[in-house]
């Protein structure tokens, strides 16, 4: 457990609204991702972060923007929600090793979906 | 262009068999493959990684198999047991440095299924 929280777990929202995800992370990890999950897809990363302020797109992060004011808040904002954006959305930071290769550790997931 | 694939989507194994998920990459250029999975409603947890410098590595039931000519990696799972039945994903690690952020790409996923 890498002391990862977000929030909401579920949200029902409709076309064009903006929505804010939130991941919490407690232990001061430098790097933190927002990916998403759809079927046939795997896990696709949409931004990622290496720092307060910095942060980098993703694959496929067209309609997403993110903000990282402190080290343990990470907010992904869709700004005018589309039904494409429906999706389960996970958190992740990461922890260099060596041996392991900066293994990912991941949140617990917000079922998000657009009507 | 999906640069790590899992071809088989489902897999059903008997308890006490073992379990066989396949991944194939196109790049040759990723440092870690590693193999993640995932219950129901809840994030991938990771599972057993290998370095692009070695082609088996093993944890418990668990051994992961690199074959870098063919570009394809393999988990086993022997023996197969009730709790493995969930959705393993592959993923890879380009190369970058230690320090650097991990821009995992994953695959779609295998659903595995053990019956009694």
């Known amino acids: 457990d890498a002391g990862i929280t977000q929030s909401p777990r579920h949200k029902v929202t409709e076309t064009g609204t903006p929505v804010t995800l939130r991941c919490h992370q407690t232990?001061?990890?430098?790097?933190m991702y927002w990916y998403r999950q759809d079927p046939g897809h795997g896990l696709r990363l949409i931004h990622y972060?290496?720092?307060?302020?910095?942060?980098d797109k993703g694959e496929v992060s067209d309609g997403y923007s993110v903000s990282r004011s402190k080290t343990e808040d990470f907010l992904l904002t869709l700004e005018s929600a589309t039904s494409s954006q429906t999706s389960v959305y996970f958190c992740?930071?990461?922890?260099?090793?060596?041996?392991?290769?900066?293994?990912?550790?991941f949140g617990p997931g917000t079922r998000l979906t657009v009507l | 262009d999906q640069q790590v694939k899992q071809n088989s989507p489902s897999l059903s194994v008997q308890e006490g068999r073992i379990s066989i998920l396949n991944c194939d990459y196109t790049?040759?250029?990723?440092?870690?493959f590693l193999w993640y999975k995932k219950y129901p409603a809840e994030g991938p947890t990771f599972l057993i990684s290998?370095?692009?410098?070695?082609d088996k590595n093993e944890d418990g039931r668990f051994t992961v198999f690199l074959n870098k000519s063919a570009k394809h990696l393999s988990l086993h799972i022997v023996p197969s047991q009730p709790g493995d039945s969930a959705v393993y994903f592959c993923?890879?690690?380009?190369?970058?440095?230690?320090?650097?952020?991990?821009?995992?790409?994953f695959g779609s996923g295998t659903r595995l299924s053990i019956r009694p």
């Open positions: 790049n040759s250029m990723f440092d870690y």
């Open positions: 972060s290496y720092g307060v302020k910095d942060t």
């Open positions: 232990e001061n990890h430098r790097y």
């Open positions: 290998i370095s692009s410098i070695k």
């Open positions: 993923a890879a690690i380009p190369l970058t440095g230690y320090s650097s952020a991990s821009k995992i790409i």
């Open positions: 992740a930071i990461s922890v260099p090793d060596r041996v392991r290769g900066n293994e990912q550790f």
